[in-house]
């Protein structure tokens, strides 16, 4: 016992010697959840680890991974099952890990490592959580009284302003609704239409916003609605809208809105064989670029009973599943590659596509079909009180 007291006196001496830097570029590489288990080993190291400029480093070396979440299977109840998603790049497949334990509300959104939840208790009550470091924050209810079952919300981190906001909407009609953390109350904007355009928008009053999809550093939300021309963007910061006009050169039945290396991606189904890829790198521009398309013929397929990796023109032709038929979910992108999630619309199955090498791969029985994915990556964002997660400059 004395010798390892010993031990741990030696290293933390050694460790007062070694620069900040060369100590962020040791800790940040691990893990938060290791780095939450360090703090409570040695004085020093939760010094180090709680520093506001570790914290930053930390979320910045993290991989990015996939938050799942299934609803529950028990009539009338509205928890979810939630678990992690990583990417295994020697086996082009996914790890996956137990996220919580217990069901939860609906995650609707993630920014810097923290979530929006809704409240299993209160219908009408939105949470912003860490659950890396256990840290909860409820919000007041939204003037719209709305219980968040159809409705569209998302957390964003302004940079300008070195504040979070949840912006939220259930109705045209009613505006969008945005509350400021370290505010009172809620705040209440038009909606993306005026008065003057009413007749001309794509929905009814019964219109359900899903929650919106989130670009360009969280700084842009955007939300597909019924037009074949158009779907509605947002800038957060600014809290303005405006119309995102659609690439002229697809079918606008047949298309998916992605995330795809931090810019807003657009893959179009053009034919059985074949998706294109559109890419909006300039949001004021509105200039949509044809990155690359993705062909059947040039691909590698490997399913489930294939022993080894083999062009797609070399197997049965009834094994490449029928591109019409795959529906892109969402995107995952680390240091090495980049991987698009297909999921197959009549039998459920999933497939993940590598786009540097260029290979399909399907995917065991491991999700379910009606599952939805989040984007994620954790971090050590902490506070007591709320004053100290609102008044943070970093991340």
């Not at 900040?20 to 570029?25: A, F, P, S």
């Not at 299934?70 to 998603?85: C, E, G, H, Y």
């Not at 260029?358 to 994620?376: A, P, Q, W």
């Amino acid at each position: 016992m004395g010798n390892n007291k010993e031990e741990e006196n030696m290293i933390e001496d050694y460790l007062l010697y070694l620069p900040n830097l060369v100590l962020y570029e040791i800790f940040a590489k691990l893990p938060a959840e290791h780095i939450i288990e360090l703090r409570h080993s040695s004085k020093y190291w939760n010094e180090v680890t709680t520093r506001n400029k570790f914290i930053e480093a930390s979320f910045l070396q993290s991989e990015p991974s996939l938050l799942i979440q299934v609803a529950s299977s028990i009539p009338r109840r509205l928890n979810f099952k939630l678990k992690l998603l990583e990417l295994d790049e020697s086996r082009l497949c996914f790890k996956l890990k137990r996220f919580v334990t217990s069901r939860m509300g609906k995650v609707r959104s993630t920014c810097n490592g923290l979530l929006l939840v809704n409240d299993t208790n209160h219908k009408k009550i939105l949470l912003v959580a860490n659950f890396v470091t256990k840290c909860c924050l409820t919000l007041p209810p939204c003037p719209s009284g709305c219980p968040h079952r159809t409705c569209g919300s998302a957390l964003v981190f302004d940079p300008y302003e070195k504040r979070y906001k949840v912006i939220h909407i259930y109705a045209d009609s009613f505006g969008f609704e945005v509350f400021t953390l370290g505010s009172s109350e809620w705040k209440i904007i038009p909606g993306p239409f005026h008065d003057h355009e009413l007749h001309n928008r794509p929905f009814d009053e019964r219109y359900r916003w899903s929650d919106p999809l989130s670009t360009d550093g969280q700084l842009f939300l955007h939300w597909k609605v019924a037009s074949d021309s158009y779907i509605i963007s947002m800038d957060a910061c600014k809290e303005t809208f405006r119309k995102t006009h659609l690439p002229h050169h697809i079918d606008k039945k047949r298309y998916s809105l992605l995330e795809m290396n931090g810019y807003l991606a657009l893959i179009s189904n053009v034919s059985s064989t074949q998706f294109d890829v559109w890419v909006l790198k300039n949001y004021q521009e509105q200039i949509w670029h044809k990155s690359y398309s993705i062909l059947a013929d040039s691909i590698s397929y490997l399913d489930k009973n294939a022993l080894m990796t083999t062009r797609s023109m070399d197997l049965d032709p009834n094994a490449l599943p029928d591109f019409k038929k795959l529906e892109p979910v969402v995107s995952l992108r680390n240091r090495n590659s980049e991987v698009i999630v297909l999921r197959h619309q009549r039998s459920g199955c999933w497939y993940i596509y590598e786009t540097k090498f260029k290979v399909l791969n399907k995917l065991k029985n491991m999700m379910n079909r009606d599952c939805n994915f989040i984007h994620y990556k954790s971090s050590l964002v902490h506070w007591k009180y709320d004053e100290e997660l609102l008044a943070r400059e970093t991340i």
